[in-house]
């Protein structure tokens, strides 16, 4: 593994591996041994969006491992006045260690990887959301003892995190079901994966996909960059939420996870984000020792 750019690029191996090594990662950080395996390295973090948990795990996660997380805004960088990624990728490169950049087209992360000679972490595209996810199965392995034959169910708009769970879930061996409204429907690309491994459902009702499951997921319905489609957007998703008459379809002890931020009451209720508000915060927390993991496989080399 050269770059962490979307799931579909990863092997299940790859991503078990990576899920034990942050299992290992966060053991060790709860009981005070430190590792300092990326001293002297530095991490470039560009951000074209905003962010809470991405930019402050990376930059902590960074520092935990000896290194250095160096924060640039795409405000600040030529790159937002039109300088061309492969310049920009040429350029950082003699820098830095490696790269994490937050932006909406896959193609610019890509081209990052493409042009430039040093790792490239995705930190969220329109696309793709592989740094979450990975933070996400950690969590469901951590309370479920297992992946595979596990049924996960995504409740929400056919975006970043819906692409991105989808083949992250079926790679390990889970039964993937999305619910979404029409025209709203995950990437083309991730709809041809998923028809040929098998193991996807896509339902127009929730309930239809929350039968059975072990995990429930949803995320916001305007992604960022959406802002402007949000009132359409509220009424065309008004219902695809997860409340406790969706949670009555799930297994009994299915846990519950959101990449957040959450707009409560609107793709997931209070009482359910409350009741189910350890599993989100320990997936939130996992973003640090999945992304560790990540850092120390990309980085340490
Ligand atoms: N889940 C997530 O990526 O959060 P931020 O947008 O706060 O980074
Ligand atoms: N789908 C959301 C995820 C935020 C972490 C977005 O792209 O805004």
Request: one cysteine or more; hydrophobic letters at 40%; proline letters at 3%.
């Amino acid at each position: 593994m050269k770059h962490l750019l979307k799931m579909l690029d990863l092997s299940t191996d790859e991503i078990i591996d990576i899920l034990n090594l942050a299992d290992q990662l966060k053991y060790e950080q709860k009981h005070g041994i430190a590792h300092r395996l990326l001293e002297g390295k530095t991490l470039g973090c560009i951000f074209q969006k905003a962010s809470t948990r991405t930019r402050v795990s990376f930059e902590v996660g960074m520092y935990q491992l000896g290194g250095y997380p160096m924060f640039l805004s795409s405000n600040d960088l030529q790159i937002g006045r039109g300088e061309p990624v492969e310049d920009t990728a040429r350029v950082l490169s003699r820098y830095l260690d490696g790269i994490m950049i937050r932006t909406y087209k896959q193609q610019e992360v890509e081209d990052l990887a493409r042009f430039g000679t040093i790792p490239v972490i995705n930190g969220l595209t329109d696309f793709s959301h592989p740094c979450q996810i990975l933070a996400d199965l950690m969590t469901i392995r951590e309370y479920k003892g297992r992946l595979d034959g596990l049924k996960l169910c995504f409740v929400g708009d056919g975006n970043n995190m819906m692409n991105s769970l989808i083949v992250g879930g079926l790679k390990v061996g889970m039964k993937v079901a999305v619910a979404c409204p029409e025209g709203y429907e995950p990437d083309s690309r991730v709809l041809d994966f998923a028809a040929e491994v098998g193991g996807f459902e896509l339902y127009r009702d929730p309930r239809g996909a929350a039968r059975g499951a072990d995990v429930v997921i949803t995320d916001v319905w305007a992604s960022m960059g959406m802002e402007a489609d949000a009132a359409k957007r509220r009424e065309a998703f008004a219902s695809f939420k997860v409340d406790s008459e969706v949670m009555e379809y799930a297994k009994s002890d299915a846990i519950v996870q959101h990449c957040l931020p959450a707009h409560k009451d609107e793709e997931i209720s209070s009482s359910v984000f409350e009741a189910h508000s350890a599993e989100i915060f320990e997936e939130a927390e996992n973003r640090l020792h999945a992304q560790k993991a990540v850092l120390v496989k990309l980085l340490s080399k």
